[in-house]
């Protein structure tokens, strides 16, 4: 099993950078580029929330999940 993370691909469609979304949500950008790049072992619901009201969007357009 395996969590795919779109984050990039929401932050393009609403055109905002890491810089912006990190300034919005209260993260720091390691955190975001952790996030970002797949990295992430975890997330706090509170931080998928900010993510998603800062992104107008639903968590599951950012979280995808694929059999292996």
């Known amino acids: 099993?395996?969590?795919i993370v779109n984050l990039d691909v929401?932050?393009?469609k609403r055109k905002i950078s890491l810089?912006?979304?990190s300034e919005k949500v209260d993260l720091t950008l390691?955190?975001?580029s952790i996030l970002k790049?797949?990295?992430a072992k975890a997330i706090r619901?509170?931080?998928l929330e900010a993510i998603c009201k800062a992104l107008d969007c639903q968590p599951g357009?950012?979280?995808e999940y694929e059999k292996e």
């Open 1 to 3: 099993m395996r969590i």
């Open 10 to 12: 929401m932050m393009a």
């Open 19 to 21: 810089t912006e979304l």
């Open 30 to 32: 390691s955190n975001l």
């Open 37 to 39: 790049t797949g990295k």
């Open 45 to 47: 619901f509170s931080t």
């Open 61 to 63: 357009d950012i979280l």
